[in-house]
């Protein structure tokens, strides 16, 4: 790949550090960032950046310490982003086709070039929430010995950054469809929320166990904004529709 295509490509991968613990490790991430030539770091409710261990383990990297972006959400910190990809540990009811960092670069490969890439990673005790793995496109983990599998966080982002720079080296296949950001998506699942809550399809007191169903539906789907618009105007037909709508049928 030429220098300046693998720098557009490198530019366009976000790394997004969740109620990252320690200092230190948000030092070793920049510098495992550098390493690999990844530069863009947002961090959601960390702890104290301008610490001197950050400053310590970042070692050269200290211009990606300080040009990391803060943000009070995940949602707010992946707003411009088109793919996301919550890395986790856990397998579950709701954290399904869960993909290797090797199948994750392999498709992020023929995406980065058009579209923007957050890699996110959890707190260093407790990971990534239910809440926030549903509110990113595609799944994965780190295949590690049964008997001991918990990583150290600058670990686990070096890992994915080693995959992504080597998968940079190929040309990327081009694909014309841009698919929807964040903002769009999270528009959307709200809308479709409200939508189904008024008719009657989702269990106001657990709204949230079949929209996650819904999400890895539409996560798979790709969307592009056309499509997203489509339901978006179904959604606003559906609701017009229903204007005089009494209840759940049989209820």
Not at 13 to 33: E, H, W
Request: proline fraction near 3%; aromatic fraction near 6%.
């Amino acid at each position: 790949m030429e220098n300046s295509e693998h720098m557009q490509t490198s530019t366009a991968i976000s790394i997004v550090l969740v109620g990252t613990q320690s200092p230190g490790n948000i030092g070793m991430v920049c510098r495992a960032m550098k390493n690999m030539g990844l530069y863009d770091l947002r961090l959601v409710n960390p702890c104290q950046v301008d610490h001197p261990e950050a400053h310590k383990f970042a070692v050269s990297a200290r211009d990606v310490l300080d040009g990391a972006r803060l943000f009070t959400s995940l949602e707010d910190a992946l707003r411009d982003c088109e793919i996301s990809v919550a890395t986790t540990r856990r397998h579950g009811k709701y954290r399904q086709e869960i993909s290797t960092p090797q199948e994750i670069a392999e498709r992020v490969r023929s995406q980065a070039a058009m579209h923007r890439v957050a890699l996110v990673f959890g707190r260093e005790d407790s990971g990534l929430t239910t809440e926030e793995v549903a509110l990113c496109r595609w799944q994965s983990t780190i295949p590690t010995a049964d008997e001991y599998g918990s990583l150290n966080l600058a670990q686990a982002v070096l890992i994915f950054c080693y995959e992504l720079h080597k998968r940079q080296e190929v040309s990327p296949a081009q694909d014309t469809r841009l698919l929807a950001d964040s903002a769009a998506m999270e528009a959307m699942y709200r809308q479709m929320e409200k939508t189904l809550l008024k008719i009657g399809f989702l269990n106001p007191e657990n709204p949230a166990h079949i929209m996650r169903t819904l999400r890895r539906i539409y996560s798979r789907a790709e969307l592009d904004e056309r499509e997203v618009a489509v339901l978006r105007g179904m959604m606003s037909q559906i609701d017009w529709g229903t204007g005089g709508f009494k209840g759940r049928k049989g209820i």
